[in-house]
């Protein structure tokens, strides 16, 4: 359901939550302010279009989400892929992927799919989230220094540019983003400044300082982009052709990816904070809508932001007007104070991003996961968190999920438990109903679902039987599905046991299995005399002699 009309419901939008909301969102609209523009600069943009993606994907997302408490706007996550895209492609190529990204978002939401992304293993990602922090960390050396001639295309040339760059580091530069740092991580621990917002204390200072001092050389909005224009977004749709949108296509899908993953986490978060519960589909149709129309408004991709959601159910908010304030008070930022911006150093805004990149690596669960999690998962992390530093995100969340796919399809393999059944355990099933095994039959138990990577263990158990039994029955009551392969599979052996004069009988199937076996043909195969819905029927058409001869039809 649109959040907006589920807060209504629930009586969320009343004036008695006004005061809140109004606060919250308010708080959330200044912690916005300095992390927007960052994330813009870092994505190879304006600091404008930061603000602009912040206030129009906040306010959609906060209307046509599915969570009440979301907040979006552009993140740390996205930094990788889109200066990557902007390199490449421009800003008007990354305008347009974030449009067709959109797009993607919500045919997915429309198609009920959001549930699958939440099918990602935690190993996957974990891994590909601390490489983008590590990439973020060492990507904004350069301005956090005040480094010359830092460049490369891939993460080791432009590690290695910057070390060989360190000798000529700026000194002002590195004074103002080190004090930055320190009033960033030391503002939420001093006693009466809990509620100040670090990154907000961290910037007001540097600014202040540059205002005042002046100091040569150090690099800032005003120097880099000219400031700040004192001026809502405007209107702008980008030029699109056909051959645009087909070499766009795959950074869509990658911004898509990622977009989808990263809010419905917070969504996750936020419903674990505030203790709702969030439509996964509707907030991929939300967050489809704020990037289709963020583009035409001068901003790029934007997602749900972690960080800035969790500070909005902190400081009380619980239904989308905070969502709504948070964008009305980055509108009233610009209008008012856009020209105090020329003099924000990058400096300033590089030490912010040093505490998002840790924020974001999450050392602690990425160490704990490390030491205690099995060694396949820590393979799985390991795998992924390189490929993301050294190769691409999009290389690594897909080899990352393959790999764990693989796993889960071994460990569900090997569980699958196919034997033959003995005597003794048979009549202590049986023995109630006053049957026993018959003489020269063979039963064999399958136990888990009948899929190709169970196969095998199938094969190799009716392999054991080097003697011709009278019969063999299969009983399938514990299968609770299964695949072409498994119903190939099943039928060689049948025909070959057919083939040898074996009687073959398969009981206990469920509705489920027992309606693909009919649709594969195998109830013909074995005869229809020979298939039995329970093992004491299969026992006493043995015993009468009923079954039809092996391969017959009725």
């Given at each position: 359901?649109?959040?907006?009309?589920?807060?209504?419901?629930?009586?969320?939008?009343?004036?008695?939550?006004?005061?809140?909301?109004?606060?919250?969102?308010?708080?959330?609209?200044?912690?916005?302010?300095?992390?927007?523009?960052?994330?813009?600069?870092?994505?190879?943009?304006?600091?404008?279009?930061?603000?602009?993606?912040?206030?129009?994907?906040?306010?959609?997302?906060?209307?046509?989400?599915?969570?009440?408490?979301?907040?979006?706007?552009?993140?740390?996550?996205?930094?990788?892929?889109?200066?990557?895209?902007?390199?490449?492609?421009?800003?008007?190529?990354?305008?347009?992927?974030?449009?067709?990204?959109?797009?993607?978002?919500?045919?997915l939401g429309m198609a009920r799919l959001g549930a699958i992304i939440r099918f990602i293993p935690d190993p996957v990602i974990v891994g590909f989230t601390a490489g983008i922090a590590v990439i973020?960390?060492?990507?904004?050396?350069?301005?956090?220094?005040?480094?010359?001639?830092?460049?490369?295309?891939?993460?080791?040339?432009?590690?290695?540019?910057?070390?060989?760059?360190?000798?000529?580091?700026?000194?002002?530069?590195?004074?103002?983003?080190?004090l930055t740092l320190a009033v960033v991580i030391a503002i939420p621990r001093i006693p009466g400044f809990k509620r100040v917002p670090g990154p907000l204390a961290g910037l007001a200072?540097?600014?202040?300082?540059?205002?005042?001092?002046?100091?040569?050389?150090?690099?800032?909005?005003?120097?880099?982009?000219?400031?700040?224009?004192?001026?809502?977004?405007?209107?702008?749709?980008?030029?699109?052709?056909?051959?645009?949108?087909?070499?766009?296509?795959?950074?869509?899908?990658?911004?898509?990816?990622?977009?989808?993953?990263?809010?419905?986490?917070?969504?996750?978060?936020?419903?674990?904070?505030?203790?709702?519960?969030?439509?996964?589909?509707?907030?991929?149709?939300?967050?489809?809508?704020?990037?289709?129309?963020?583009?035409?408004?001068?901003?790029?991709?934007?997602?749900?932001?972690?960080?800035?959601?969790?500070?909005?159910?902190?400081?009380?908010?619980?239904?989308?007007?905070?969502?709504?304030?948070?964008?009305?008070?980055?509108?009233?930022?610009?209008?008012?104070?856009?020209?105090?911006?020329?003099?924000?150093?990058?400096?300033?805004?590089?030490?912010?991003?040093?505490?998002?990149?840790?924020?974001?690596?999450?050392?602690?669960?990425?160490?704990?996961?490390?030491?205690?999690?099995?060694?396949?998962?820590?393979?799985?992390?390991?795998?992924?968190?390189?490929?993301?530093?050294?190769?691409?995100?999009?290389?690594?969340?897909?080899?990352?999920?393959?790999?764990?796919?693989?796993?889960?399809?071994?460990?569900?393999?090997?569980?699958?438990?196919?034997?033959?059944?003995?005597?003794?355990?048979?009549?202590?099933?049986?023995?109630?109903?006053?049957?026993?095994?018959?003489?020269?039959?063979?039963?064999?138990?399958?136990?888990?679902?009948?899929?190709?990577?169970?196969?095998?263990?199938?094969?190799?158990?009716?392999?054991?039987?080097?003697?011709?039994?009278?019969?063999?029955?299969?009983?399938?009551?514990?299968?609770?599905?299964?695949?072409?392969?498994?119903?190939?599979?099943?039928?060689?052996?049948?025909?070959?046991?057919?083939?040898?004069?074996?009687?073959?009988?398969?009981?206990?199937?469920?509705?489920?299995?027992?309606?693909?076996?009919?649709?594969?043909?195998?109830?013909?195969?074995?005869?229809?005399?020979?298939?039995?819905?329970?093992?004491?029927?299969?026992?006493?058409?043995?015993?009468?002699?009923?079954?039809?001869?092996?391969?017959?039809?009725?």
């Open positions: 359901m649109i959040s907006l009309l589920e807060a209504h419901r629930a009586g969320l939008l009343s004036r008695v939550h006004w005061t809140r909301n109004i606060v919250a969102g308010a708080i959330v609209g200044v912690v916005a302010l300095p992390l927007a523009m960052a994330f813009a600069i870092a994505s190879g943009a304006k600091p404008e279009q930061g603000l602009y993606t912040a206030i129009v994907a906040g306010l959609l997302v906060a209307m046509f989400g599915g969570s009440r408490v979301q907040i979006a706007g552009p993140t740390g996550a996205f930094i990788v892929i889109l200066s990557g895209i902007t390199a490449q492609y421009g800003i008007d190529g990354l305008q347009i992927a974030t449009i067709l990204a959109g797009l993607i978002l919500l045919l973020i960390w060492t990507g904004q050396w350069q301005y956090f220094f005040g480094l010359p001639g830092v460049s490369g295309e891939h993460f080791h040339e432009k590690l290695l540019s910057s070390f060989a760059a360190f000798p000529k580091l700026h000194i002002a530069t590195t004074a103002i983003a080190t200072v540097a600014t202040l300082l540059m205002t005042l001092l002046h100091p040569e050389g150090v690099a800032t909005i005003g120097s880099a982009f000219g400031g700040i224009p004192r001026t809502l977004p405007s209107w702008q749709f980008p030029e699109i052709t056909a051959a645009r949108l087909i070499e766009l296509m795959g950074p869509a899908f990658t911004i898509a990816m990622l977009g989808a993953i990263e809010s419905l986490l917070s969504a996750v978060v936020a419903d674990g904070m505030a203790g709702t519960r969030h439509d996964s589909n509707q907030e991929l149709i939300g967050q489809g809508i704020a990037n289709i129309f963020a583009p035409l408004f001068g901003g790029f991709a934007a997602t749900g932001a972690i960080a800035r959601t969790a500070t909005n159910v902190r400081n009380g908010g619980n239904s989308p007007i905070a969502g709504i304030v948070h964008a009305l008070t980055l509108v009233l930022i610009i209008v008012l104070l856009a020209p105090l911006a020329a003099d924000v150093p990058l400096a300033a805004l590089a030490a912010i991003l040093f505490v998002v990149a840790w924020n974001m690596s999450e050392a602690r669960h990425f160490t704990r996961m490390v030491r205690r999690a099995p060694p396949a998962d820590v393979v799985i992390l390991l795998v992924t968190f390189g490929l993301t530093v050294f190769v691409d995100l999009v290389v690594a969340v897909n080899i990352g999920v393959i790999l764990a796919t693989l796993h889960f399809l071994r460990r569900m393999a090997s569980s699958v438990d196919v034997h033959q059944q003995s005597p003794q355990e048979l009549n202590q099933e049986l023995e109630h109903r006053g049957l026993t095994l018959p003489e020269g039959v063979l039963v064999y138990s399958v136990e888990g679902p009948f899929f190709f990577g169970a196969v095998e263990n199938f094969e190799r158990a009716l392999a054991a039987t080097h003697t011709d039994p009278k019969a063999v029955i299969i009983r399938l009551k514990w299968v609770p599905f299964i695949d072409i392969t498994g119903l190939q599979t099943l039928e060689e052996v049948i025909r070959d046991l057919q083939r040898r004069k074996v009687r073959v009988l398969l009981t206990g199937a469920n509705p489920r299995v027992a309606g693909k076996l009919e649709r594969a043909g195998l109830r013909d195969v074995i005869g229809t005399d020979n298939y039995f819905a329970t093992l004491p029927e299969a026992f006493a058409a043995i015993d009468a002699g009923r079954a039809h001869e092996p391969g017959s039809t009725t």
